[in-house]
């Protein structure tokens, strides 16, 4: 069945500090979608990419679909403290989750 | 505030019963789905219906199962309860069948003695 990766699964780094978390897949995904915790919440929507090649920027987040859409990156330029918190991608089809990447940060 | 709503937000029960989780979607939406998050972990994809109908099965097991109403609110019925299946038991709502933005409600944290 389809799997999907994450690496790394925590990252710990000072505030200010470039963050990126990898997702890739066994199979092609028809898309991807990313999605934020906080401590304590629950998942949020933040992107959905569905080109080969796709890359969107929301403010310091940069997220990137490759272009045999089986692997993504979400990199966060300059960290800040209200990052925190676990990211996860989740490819479509299967509704499978990758198992997040958790983010930590030094203020 | 995402719209989706589960109850209720704390379950605390013992080994071998039965207790039933509740998700309204958000208005409009026709697909619930249901995921499983034990501490520490990652979310773990159960079951998908859209409109009334099973549209995806996941790692779901068979003491578990699911319906969604007329009304498109969900029910998720977990029998035979097992210290391991204390979780975070999550629902989300999107407006189509899949490939869509999901919205997660608050989640219902079921515990077992």
């Known amino acids: 069945g389809q799997q999907v990766m994450q690496i790394p699964q925590y990252q710990h780094v000072q505030e200010g500090e470039d963050f990126t978390t990898y997702c890739n897949s066994s199979?092609?995904?028809?898309?991807i979608q990313w999605y934020k915790q906080r401590p304590g919440g629950h998942p949020v929507f933040l992107i959905q990419l569905v080109k080969s090649g796709e890359v969107k920027k929301q403010k310091r987040l940069t997220f990137q679909f490759g272009e045999a859409k089986k692997n993504s990156s979400l990199h966060i330029t300059a960290t800040q403290t209200t990052d925190v918190g676990t990211y996860f991608c989740q490819g479509a089809q299967k509704l499978v989750f990758g198992q997040g990447t958790r983010l930590t940060i030094n203020p | 505030d995402s719209g989706v709503t589960q109850t209720p937000k704390h379950l605390i029960t013992a080994t071998g019963q039965r207790v039933t989780l509740r998700c309204s979607p958000r208005s409009g939406d026709l697909s619930v789905y249901w995921y499983q998050q034990s501490l520490d972990q990652g979310l773990q994809f159960l079951i998908q219906?859209?409109?009334?109908?099973?549209?995806a099965k996941g790692n779901i097991l068979e003491r578990f199962s699911a319906q969604q109403f007329p009304d498109l609110h969900s029910e998720l019925n977990l029998s035979s309860l097992e210290l391991g299946d204390s979780a975070l038991y999550f629902c989300?709502?999107?407006?189509?069948?899949?490939?869509?933005?999901?919205?997660f409600g608050d989640g219902t944290r079921l515990s077992i003695l």
């Open positions: 199979t092609t995904l028809s898309n």
């Open positions: 989300a709502s999107s407006g189509g069948a899949g490939n869509q933005p999901q919205h």
């Open positions: 219906y859209y409109n009334g109908e099973e549209r």
